[in-house]
């Protein structure tokens, strides 16, 4: 292995473990070709940037995003769909042909990719289908990003929150350690070409049944992918969050994603956020009432 990839771990893990490393790596890519070498060399980037930031699984905070990893790739796929029904919706609803501009298609690109990146991710593939989640959020940003800026125009500051917001949601389950990951679904590749196809269908019925209100479809573009990406999830990863900082992580995206949707407003983005952490400490509160009760 070379040097510079050894480096980019904390200074004692490297003198305690770095000879088994490079051992390891060269065992794994002797004779592998170029893509199979990049691979071993990304795994080795990120499990050093996990000790650094100690994200590791017997650390504190690498239990706290393995655990909140489920709800942020949930979160993602109901903003993703959310971008998608909104695009096929607003476009039946105005009748304009010129409404899908060129940026509309990369937009819709990108959804589809993050989209099926966090249902793969749900449905069991979660290494691969995080990565395929954050790369499509991250493409849709610098889309947004980069047209304005090619017009000659800056982005106004109060556009990061959209920006960043999204982009951050969806690297959150990237910090989840390798060995505390979801279980998720045993799903084989038939199921989850079927679970994709599924997806895609329930996007378009949401496109055709959108409501007529403001409120009313905000609410339903949103809320019908958020029920759907929590059933997906399933009750481990609900059985996962037993503090009050898990729950919180696990909470935020979802108001994240509703003031980047326009669920969420700055009027009631803090009090959404305090009742996110009141029932967090309510849970706990919960548990450890029901684990000091007799029986």
């Known amino acids: 292995m070379s040097t510079p990839l050894l480096r980019l771990y904390p200074a004692g893990y490297r003198r305690a473990f770095g000879p088994e490393i490079a051992e390891a790596y060269r065992e794994a890519t002797e004779g592998a070709g170029r893509t199979a070498r990049f691979r071993e060399a990304g795994d080795i980037v990120a499990h050093a940037l996990r000790m650094r930031m100690r994200l590791g699984s017997a650390q504190r905070a690498g239990r ?118 979801p279980p998720g679904r045993a799903l084989g590749a038939a199921a989850r070409v079927a679970l994709l196809l599924w997806t895609g269908l329930m996007v378009a019925a949401l496109a055709l049944a959108d409501a007529g209100g ?11 992918p958020v029920a759907a990406a929590l059933l997906l999830a399933g009750r481990p990863a609900l059985a996962r969050l037993r ?25 009631t983005l803090v009090p959404a956020l305090a009742v996110v952490a009141a029932a967090g400490v309510a849970l706990r509160l919960w548990r450890l009432r029901g684990g000091t009760s007799p029986g």
């Open 64 to 181: 706290l995003f393995a655990a909140a990893a489920p709800f942020a790739l949930a979160a993602t796929a109901a903003y993703a769909a959310f971008g998608l029904v909104s695009m096929l919706g607003d476009w039946r609803l105005s009748g304009n042909p010129d409404f899908l501009v060129p940026l509309s298609f990369v937009m819709t690109g990108c959804d589809l990719v993050t989209l099926a990146g966090a249902v793969l991710a749900l449905g069991g593939r979660f290494a691969a289908g995080a990565r395929c989640a954050f790369a499509g959020a991250l493409a849709q940003e610098l889309a947004l990003l980069v047209v304005p800026l090619a017009a000659g125009v800056l982005p106004p500051p109060a556009a990061a929150p959209y920006l960043l917001a999204p982009v951050a949601v969806a690297a959150l389950p990237l910090a989840c350690p390798p060995d505390l990951r």
């Open 243 to 267: 503090t009050p900082g898990r729950f919180a992580l696990a909470g935020a995206p979802f108001v994240a994603m509703g003031y980047c949707a326009g669920v969420v407003d700055r009027d």
């Open 214 to 224: 403001h409120l009313a479809y905000m609410l339903w573009r949103l809320g019908v």
